[in-house]
């Protein structure tokens, strides 16, 4: 009964605080839900095809975008038929997914902490998924505009699978994340940025303690499975699509202009460097707001 009364204890603590990751998510973004209305043109697209699909037009791509797919169209269209077409309700769809992205990373770091024998994990774990709370303006146009984050939400999934501690582990955790990790492709090519680092991951967890030959190769087939049916899967998707192999093809003719790009907008990105509108114009902010930038 006492074993029985601390378990129920556990999961009631760890259930708070992942309603108190997903409340200061929402009250850290309340100016923006409340100006919803403040839509841009690639959100304002995703509205748009999901109006259509609710008459009947599908597609497999977004338009105008042949390299991201329709998840958040889908989901964007259940969203209107339950709330109505309206702007909150198109900024709802990549919150959700970011909360899930935020459930998903909360638990993960909770049971590596568990299983490391960490005497305060939920704290520990909670404090590790504030970033994901309180982030830059660059990160909250992907949280609240669709279409990316649903994308990220998957590889989030897929990361999850392979960093499961080994106690609990099972090998069809490693097919899963590898097979979620390349159908994030189909979702938004911008995730070919992740799937190196999770390739690697699932090699490492295939490795991980002392297995003897028979269970690596039954672990590191059942990753490779994985990987090779959601890479199908995208593949597949992509057939008769003629936009499509521009955008796939591996070429460097654009490594100068992009190393520019990303140079010039990773300060954004972390929120070291803030820009009015339209970029245009830098802010210059106090010392004391400088140090909570950096840091």
Not at 5 to 22: C, D, H, I, K, Y
Not at 25 to 42: E, F, K, M, Q, T
Not at 193 to 201: E, H, K, S
Not at 257 to 285: M, Q, S, Y
Request: glycine share 10%; proline share 5%.
């Amino acid at each position: 009964m006492q074993g029985s009364s601390v378990g129920e204890a556990a999961r009631a603590w760890t259930g708070a605080s992942v309603a108190a990751l997903a409340l200061l998510n929402v009250l850290s973004r309340l100016p923006a839900l409340i100006n919803a209305g403040a839509v841009h043109a690639d959100a304002a697209v995703v509205g748009l095809q999901a109006r259509h699909l609710l008459e009947g037009e599908h597609a497999r791509f977004l338009w105008g975008a042949p390299y991201q797919g329709v998840l958040d169209v889908w989901l964007a269209a259940g969203a209107f038929r339950l709330l109505g077409p309206t702007p909150l309700a198109l900024m709802l769809v990549p919150l959700l997914g970011h909360l899930l992205a935020t459930t998903v990373a909360f638990l993960a770091v909770l049971r590596l902490l568990r299983d490391g024998g960490d005497a305060a994990p939920r704290f520990k774990a909670f404090l590790l998924c504030l970033p994901l709370v309180f982030t830059s303006t660059a990160i909250n146009g992907v949280v609240l505009y669709p279409p990316r984050q649903w994308a990220i939400t998957c590889v989030f999934v897929a990361s999850a699978q392979l960093l499961a501690p080994q106690r609990t582990f099972t090998p069809w955790r490693l097919g899963l994340g590898g097979a979620l990790g390349a159908f994030a492709l189909y979702l938004d090519l911008f995730t070919i940025q992740f799937l190196p680092a999770l390739v690697l991951l699932g090699v490492a967890s295939t490795l991980d303690g002392e297995r003897r030959w028979p269970e690596l190769r039954r672990r590191g087939g059942v990753f490779l499975l994985g990987l090779l049916l959601g890479v199908l899967a995208v593949l597949a998707l992509r057939v008769g699509h003629g936009a499509t192999t521009a955008h796939m093809r591996m070429t460097t003719r654009f490594l100068a202009r992009n190393f520019a790009l990303l140079t010039d907008a990773l300060p954004g990105a972390l929120g070291a460097k803030v820009w009015g509108a339209h970029d245009a114009v830098l802010w210059e902010p106090p010392l004391a707001v400088r140090v909570v930038q950096w840091g």
